[in-house]
């Protein structure tokens, strides 16, 4: 696979294509580890979280067959799958620190495992949620994290220990981000159709800004209300906050008054992951919707095959219609993330792929 590029966003990302597959049916593979989308073989395992690493070098998916895989991202190889079949495996996620994942467990008990991938021993375990976790974010400038869970709690924790240095209960606080600044957190509360901000600095104070999405919810996805949220992300600027939904949209808010900025539509069902409140059965996920890396638009999956690109510069209080429509080639993409270094991004479903600008996919191994 070609390197990936830093070239301006705005310039190359309606020409991301498909550049290397990676199934997780090893039968279905052909030379060099890239198979045929003509010739597929049944994957029963579906891959339910995806990460880049700081650098932009590695990503890591989680897979329903309990497994975790690293990805190296210039060589456009699998490096390492490594099982979690006694733990289970959900959310894993990059640290700050050379070669260590976080994960959720999902089999046994609610911890939270940090894992040294050099030599696959465990650091540390985190233990205090007594339901599955929902959610994972790291700081942006330091070792301390948030996890949410459908316990209703909140947990500040430092990698150093393994007790959190805090803990709120909220109802069904099931998502939460930093901030680029690691100031300010937020907690997307559900079943109240809220979003909280908090000052890290004050974790155990009130919010000190709550924004009410109660009227946005009725306007906009009137059947759906207070429920299906999946992914909370500030972009990297700190201008907007993405809250995505497993419908048929997503909001696009003023990270600073909590106005709806735009709602983003195009997306024509949902993503067949199950949202953290679901009681489906379906697949885990971590929504399919995130910020480029510049901040200026969003990704997200149609609901099905393809990727929608919205262009926030059109925001204008309304609906926004997506600016471009990214063809996936036949695969499904419920998970996106878009790498944080490079003009690349990764999807996934039951297959990792990932996406190049259409000039460099020419030139990849595919």
Not at 8 to 29: C, L, M, N, Q, W
Not at 109 to 118: A, F, G, I, V, W
Not at 244 to 257: K, N, P, V
């Amino acid at each position: 696979m070609a390197i990936p590029s830093q070239q301006k966003v705005g310039d190359i990302i309606k020409t991301y294509r498909p550049a290397k597959h990676f199934p997780s049916t090893p039968s279905s593979e052909t030379k060099n580890g890239t198979p045929s989308l003509s010739a597929r073989t049944p994957e029963s395992h579906h891959i339910t979280s995806l990460d880049f690493d700081d650098t932009g070098d590695f990503l890591v998916s989680a897979s329903t067959d309990d497994t975790m895989t690293i990805y190296d991202i210039k060589s456009g190889t699998k490096t390492k799958t490594i099982p979690s079949k006694k733990y289970g495996i959900h959310l894993a996620r990059f640290t700050h620190h050379p070669r260590q994942v976080l994960f959720a467990s999902t089999k046994q008990d609610d911890s939270l495992r940090l894992l040294e991938l050099h030599n696959e021993s465990f650091v540390r375990y985190f233990t205090s949620h007594t339901a599955p976790v929902t959610a994972l974010a790291l700081s942006p400038s330091s070792d301390t994290f948030l996890s949410c869970s459908s316990d209703d709690t909140v947990c500040l924790w430092d990698l150093s220990s393994r007790t959190p240095q805090g803990k709120l209960k909220l109802s069904t606080p099931y998502l939460a981000a930093y901030d680029p600044s690691a100031t300010v957190m937020a907690i997307a509360s559900q079943s109240t159709q809220s979003l909280l901000l908090y000052d890290v600095r004050n974790f155990d104070k009130a919010p000190f800004a709550t924004f009410d999405l109660a009227d946005a919810e009725r306007k906009y996805c009137p059947s759906t209300q207070g429920r299906a949220w999946t992914k909370l992300e500030f972009s990297n600027d700190g201008k907007y906050i993405l809250l995505g939904t497993d419908y048929h949209g997503h909001f696009l808010l003023d990270s600073f008054e909590g106005k709806v900025e735009a709602f983003l539509v195009g997306k024509t069902d949902g993503s067949g992951r199950a949202a953290p409140v679901s009681t489906s059965g379906k697949p885990r996920g971590q929504g399919d919707v995130c910020f480029s890396q510049d901040g200026r638009f969003v990704v997200g999956g149609t609901g099905a095959q393809d990727l929608l690109v919205w262009d926030t510069t059109g925001a204008s209080g309304g609906t926004l219609e997506a600016s471009s429509r990214l063809r996936s080639g036949g695969v499904n993409c419920p998970i996106v993330q878009v790498n944080p270094r490079y003009n690349m991004l990764a999807t996934a479903d039951t297959r990792v792929v990932m996406w190049l600008p259409g000039d460099q996919v020419r030139g990849s191994d595919t």
